[in-house]
């Protein structure tokens, strides 16, 4: 199962990275093959559905992505994506070194909780040494301390109908698609997974802005377009009919896959 678990990464992560290639070589002329009801898009469609069944059957809900020797780390994290947000809000959280940061978890649950930076950092932690498998081809290993959310989860008991978390971020992305709040999600099963972490560390030092700072999501099992940065928000949903266009993260409402697992 681990060698099977090790190969399926390798081609997902390939065919993710094919995939890339066009949509970061041209975003305008990729998004217009993704419009609703273009064959494109249906098969794309198609194939998420049969990742996020086969990753289920075949390895369980609670299967570890394979951990690294410190050794093993051979270079920083490469930061991609947007690596210094410009919203007046969080330059005002950075100036003040995230003193005044609070992460609101809210939504479908009982007990809506903030937490503050330090407060995070004095919950019981897990710290673990991932590959990040990145949509456009490259990876990269490092060491990730956090909270893990299903900590968090049990703080703030989601309700029966409670069926993803929704990381709301403090960055804007646009480019050559029109700009956005970014935000991302996952399934309540991937949150309580053991090594989904909300990450404050990283290489045995804070979690440097480029990479996401104050907080980030780790999840392990997925490509990195997943693990969203700058978060300010965690809302537990019932659907995502009113997040923004629909389909449960910024990269999903531009076509990608909703469940990238590998």
């Known amino acids: 199962m681990k060698r099977f678990s090790m190969q399926r990464r390798k081609f997902l992560t390939a065919s993710a990275a094919g995939i890339a290639g066009v949509t970061l070589a041209g975003c305008d002329q990729f998004d217009s093959l993704l419009r609703p009801g273009h064959p494109v898009r249906d098969t794309l469609a198609s194939a998420n559905d ?3 069944a086969a990753q289920r059957l075949l390895l369980g809900d609670q299967t570890l992505a394979k951990e690294f020797a410190e050794s093993e780390i ?3 994290m490469r930061p991609n994506g947007t690596t210094d947000p410009q919203e007046a809000d969080y330059v005002a959280l950075r100036d003040n070194d995230f003193a005044d940061y609070q ?3 809210d939504g479908l649950v009982e007990t809506p909780q903030s937490y503050s930076l330090d407060q995070l950092r004095n919950m019981p932690a897990r710290t ?3 590959r990040h498998d990145c949509v456009e081809g490259w990876s990269c290993i490092a060491k990730w301390t956090g909270v893990p959310l299903a900590t968090i989860l049990d703080a703030v008991r989601p309700t029966a109908n409670a069926r993803y978390c929704v990381f709301h971020c403090y960055d804007h992305y646009g480019g050559g698609l029109s700009a956005s709040p ?3 999600s996952i399934g309540l099963i991937d949150a309580r997974h053991p090594q ?4 404050y560390g990283m290489n045995d030092a804070a979690l440097p802005v480029r990479n996401g700072a104050p907080v980030r999501v780790r999840i392990e099992r997925q490509l ?3 693990m969203a940065k700058y978060l300010r928000r965690i809302e537990l949903v019932d659907d995502f009919s009113q997040l923004h266009r629909g389909k449960g993260s910024y990269w999903a ?3 990608y896959d909703w469940y990238a697992g590998i």
Request: hydrophobic fraction near 35%; glycine fraction near 12%; aromatic fraction near 12%.
């Open 50 to 52: 049969l990742t996020l």
């Open 74 to 76: 051979r270079q920083g």
């Open 103 to 105: 992460l609101v978890v």
């Open 128 to 130: 673990q040494i991932t």
């Open 182 to 184: 970014y935000y991302e």
């Open 196 to 199: 989904t972490i909300l990450a």
């Open 224 to 226: 990195g377009y997943k």
């Open 253 to 255: 409402d531009h076509g």
